[in-house]
């Protein structure tokens, strides 16, 4: 018996969301192998849920949610790639990270890692940012805020100033 | 470059998925959760005595089954008709299609309906001779449908087919007679000043006499109506079963009906999703409920296969024993298209599409490749099952080499249930306060983890009127619900054993054993104890009654 037979319309879902969610998951976590990992268990949730779910307006926000916050709290829990930059202040590291933009989101923390990727990145609405994190619009709001601020200090720093050491 | 030119313009990374690959991982890790979950389910062992005998089911010897969709016994076969496999048929008339319904009438197998490669429902049909080996077209059906079920009566076949209307899908009811080629719509149970209702109805079974439905519709859900072509009138057959339920399947497994479905929690933080199973007596309209295993998505067909109702995908109700058995391996998940389109009772197995479930055995056998092409519906003939896909023959049952356990036979059941907790019932174990510490051992969980600590439980005679037992329970509630310390009392006097607990009230459940503790914090307030063969409802506080 197919997956669609006992659970009509999943594989839909999966086939149309399934890329989209692992590229998103992968901009907060960073790890591509984590990111797939995160995304077939935001998935699997889903199937195990499916008579429930395939109820809901949107059963593919469902999904999305699950996969994110599952992100959010794996990034949580292992420091970005980057996050020793400000100390460490590899000269070479700070330009590439001033240039490519994935690599100067390793740099923030998760939530705001999180809401600067779903919002301008994925285009997602606050409201949705909101529910996906756990958390108020405001909240949000701050998140972005910081994020963008955090991203700006990066970019102010002078190269030369980084040639020089500094 | 500032951030707004950093951002501006930026998009998630394209990513290189195989995304069929990792279909089908999340697949297999969704079989082997469910194999996980039933190697650790409890199954409740219960022999009902009633009359003063058990028909225990013997292994060999059953009664051929009932196809649900025919409601006619197959032609007897030898079981060694062959290993499972197919053969072309002469192509037939229709376009390519899925689903659809198909009906075996003796002569020929009727297809009629399903779905176009693009989607869209039909209403055209053929019939199929197997012994000519050639298709003739039938009128078409009233409506396009994409699905449904056809039952053969021996003279017409009835057709309920979901029909797309405005507002949603409705239950089109449909008879059709192969000697004159000719269609008739059926009134629905519901006929209001204006006309027919459009009716919203499970699949049916066919009884030999009557086209038995459980009603969906929102005002009638659960109630069990029965359509008698011979007079052409319906008639109410049982009242609701559970009206909350919107989901139901029938099957006619031997000369019982029983009707199964899925109840699902309310919210998002309450899902306690499992299976009501009961069985219904069409002459007196009595329904008794069958003890539901607790399962988490176990598929939606069902099939009656002698005195089993087999899901063939986790375990079987026995029927006689009225016992849950799990089967021992459950079916695998494929992403292989095609296979028989068909669903029902095949020679002793149970028939689910793509695998086949021996009740007797436990064995599994998964349906070989078809030919290519879409398949339609399917029926069984008594001797191969036929589709628009091919003729597919199954293998003959293996010999009862592994074979279930009977069912130990354990005294019957004598707790005096109406006047008095008999020693080890539900109510002696917890008396004794934990410690002030809810992370305490109690043997009262839910199915989510949580906890319940009773302070008392207390299951004793009214003052007033010793033949009233009187039930109170202290108790606090841990894991995050906030529930204030309650402390209920509940009056033994108006016990329905019958009693149904309603997913919409119920808040809470919790297990002991076999036995389970269900308290409704809606209004009123109830207690539902919910033994391995019945249910009883205690009603909180109400005055007792001497009797």
């Not at chain 2, 697949?27 to 039933?38: I, K, P, V, Y």
């Not at chain 2, 519901?190 to 699949?203: T, W, Y």
Request: aromatic share 8%; with cysteine.
């Amino acid at each position: 018996m197919t997956v669609e037979r006992l659970r009509p319309g999943y594989e839909e879902l999966f086939r149309t969301e399934y890329a989209r969610v692992v590229g998103t998951v992968l901009s907060i976590v960073g790890d591509r192998a984590d990111a797939e990992s995160v995304t077939q268990d935001a998935f699997l949730k889903a199937l195990v849920r499916w008579g429930r779910i395939s109820r809901y307006d949107r059963p593919g926000a469902w999904v999305r949610r699950v996969a994110i916050r599952d992100a959010v709290r794996l990034a949580e829990r292992r420091p970005a790639p980057l996050d020793e930059l400000g100390a460490v202040a590899d000269p070479i590291d700070r330009v590439a990270a001033r240039l490519d933009l994935a690599r100067a989101l390793a740099t923030l923390p998760a939530r705001q890692r999180a809401a600067i990727v779903l919002q301008h990145l994925a285009g997602w609405p606050t409201a949705e940012i909101a529910g996906a994190l756990g958390c108020s619009e405001s909240t949000v709001r701050v998140h972005l805020h910081r994020g963008r601020a955090a991203l700006g200090a990066l970019l102010s720093d002078d190269p030369q100033e980084l040639h020089d050491g500094r | 470059m500032d951030v707004d030119e950093l951002l501006a313009g930026a998009t998630l990374p394209d990513v290189e998925i195989d995304t069929e690959a990792a279909l089908a991982r999340t697949a297999g890790r969704w079989r082997a959760r469910r194999q996980r979950r039933l190697a650790a389910l409890a199954v409740a062992v219960v022999v009902v005595v009633a009359s003063g005998a058990i028909a225990i089911a013997a292994t060999s010897g059953r009664d051929a089954p009932v196809d649900v969709h025919t409601g006619t016994q197959p032609a007897p076969t030898t079981s060694t008709v062959g290993s499972g496999s197919w053969r072309r048929i002469a192509p037939s008339p229709l376009s390519p299609r899925t689903e659809g319904v198909a009906a075996w009438t003796g002569r020929e197998v009727v297809v009629v309906g399903g779905s176009s490669t693009a989607s869209a429902p039909l209403a055209d049909g053929a019939a199929y001779d197997p012994a000519q080996d050639a298709w003739r077209r039938i009128a078409d059906a009233p409506a396009p449908f994409i699905s449904g079920s056809a039952s053969w009566t021996g003279r017409e076949l009835l057709v309920a087919a979901d029909v797309e209307a405005t507002g949603g899908t409705r239950t089109g009811l449909y008879s059709y007679d192969p000697a004159t080629d000719h269609w008739k719509v059926l009134d629905p149970p519901l006929v209001g000043p204006l006309g027919p209702l459009p009716a919203h109805l499970s699949r049916p079974v066919w009884t030999g006499k009557q086209w038995v439905f459980v009603d969906e519709t929102p005002a009638s859900a659960g109630s069990v109506e029965a359509y008698d072509p011979s007079t052409a009138k319906w008639a109410g057959v049982a009242r609701p079963i559970d009206g909350s339920v919107r989901d139901w399947a029938v099957v006619w497994a031997h000369d019982e009906m029983v009707v199964i479905a899925t109840a699902d929690g309310q919210g998002e933080t309450v899902d306690h999703a499992g299976y009501l199973g009961a069985t219904v007596d069409i002459a007196t309209g009595r329904w008794h409920r069958l003890p539901a295993p607790r399962l988490d998505d176990a598929g939606s067909s069902w099939v009656g296969v002698g005195h089993r109702v087999v899901n063939p995908l986790v375990g079987m109700w026995d029927l006689d024993t009225r016992m849950w058995e799990p089967l021992s391996s459950s079916s695998p998940l494929s992403t292989q298209p095609p296979h028989t389109g068909f669903v029902g009772a095949v020679d002793g197995w149970a028939a689910d599409d793509t695998v086949l479930v021996d009740p007797t055995s436990d064995e599994l056998h998964f349906v070989e490749p078809g030919p290519k092409g879409r398949p339609s519906a399917g029926a069984w003939t008594g001797h191969e099952i036929v589709s628009l896909a091919g003729a597919y023959t199954p293998p003959p049952r293996p010999k009862a080499a592994h074979v279930l356990p009977e069912p130990p036979t354990t005294t019957p059941d004598t707790r005096p249930h109406r006047c008095a907790a008999a020693p080890g019932s539900l109510f002696d174990t917890v008396h004794e306060p934990r410690g002030p510490q809810y992370e305490e051992y109690t043997p009262w969980t839910d199915s989510e983890g949580c906890f319940i600590r009773i302070d008392d439980i207390a299951d004793r005679p009214d003052p007033q009127c010793p033949s009233v037992r009187t039930l109170t329970i202290s108790a606090r509630i841990a894991h995050g619900l906030d529930y204030p310390n309650k402390s209920i009392t509940y009056v033994r006097a108006h016990i329905d054993p019958d009693a149904m607990p309603p997913s919409t009230k119920f808040i809470l459940d919790f297990h002991h054993g076999e036995e389970e503790l269900w308290f409704g914090f809606g209004d009123p307030d109830s207690l539902y104890v919910r033994y391995p063969d019945h249910v009883e409802l205690w009603p909180a506080q109400q005055p007792p009654v001497c009797e």
